[in-house]
């Protein structure tokens, strides 16, 4: 009887100690659900955080390009409204040009040129390849390659642009617009979204061409970043 008694308590226990430790591991994986959403929910209130960053940044840089965009407009709406009214001195982009001794070859420079006066980019760009080519060591060549990568420029051709000019700049780094040159290129990355490669160009015009109007230019532009 006693021993029916002894297995019948052990049993019991058993059965107690084993709903004990069911309980417990209950309370252990209840725990660890409740640290998992916590750790969800956390990781969740980040990513959100991180995305309204990110929302910021891009609004932030699509106001920086629109009014990089209204600047250049602004100055090629000027150089427009010059060129209609006839006022080629008033026109710092289009000085008179420079006059050498061969007057074939200013004639081909002069020809080329007038071209890109009349807004005719496109035929512009090759008569000012064209000049540059068949007179190298011309005076006149490095102003020919600069107008001819403002001509790619102006018909939209941002990456010739940006070729052409950067040759320009190498070619004749001390020419007095090697500076322009290189505001061109800026504006040619603008137009390609390419913001962070503006920028150094811009301070690349304020650091090697000092105490000029490109300079001033730039520094402004600089400006529009911050």
């Given amino acids: 009887m006693k021993m029916k008694k002894t297995h019948s308590l052990l049993i019991a226990s058993s059965a107690l100690v084993l709903s004990l430790a069911a309980n417990h591991a209950y309370a252990f994986e209840d725990e660890d659900a409740r640290r998992a959403i916590l750790d969800l929910r956390s990781q969740l209130r980040q990513s959100q955080q991180n995305t309204a960053d990110l929302s910021n940044k891009i ?6 390009i629109t009014q990089l965009r209204g600047s250049i407009e602004t100055a090629n709406h000027q150089l427009r409204m010059s060129q209609q009214s006839g006022q080629q001195a008033a026109n710092p982009d289009v000085p008179p040009s420079p006059q050498v001794g061969d007057p074939n070859e200013q004639q081909s420079y002069d020809s080329a040129l007038d071209l890109f006066r009349q807004g005719n980019y496109a035929e512009a760009s090759t008569a000012l390849n ?10 006149l060549t490095p102003s020919a390659r600069f107008y001819e990568g403002s001509s790619r420029y102006a018909n939209k051709d941002f990456n010739g642009s940006i070729q052409g000019l950067e040759s320009m700049v190498a070619a004749y780094p001390r020419d007095p617009k090697a500076g322009d040159a290189l505001l061109v290129i800026a504006g040619s990355q603008v137009e390609l979204n390419n913001i962070a490669g503006a920028k150094a160009t811009l301070q690349r ?18 400006e529009l970043f911050r």
Avoid at 59 to 64: I, M
Avoid at 130 to 139: D, E, I, K, L, W
């Fill in 59 to 64: 609004n932030n840089l699509q106001q920086q």
């Fill in 130 to 139: 064209r000049f540059a080519q068949q007179y190298p060591n011309s005076p």
């Fill in 205 to 222: 015009v304020v650091r090697d061409y000092p105490n000029t109007p490109a300079s001033d230019t730039a520094k402004n532009r600089l």
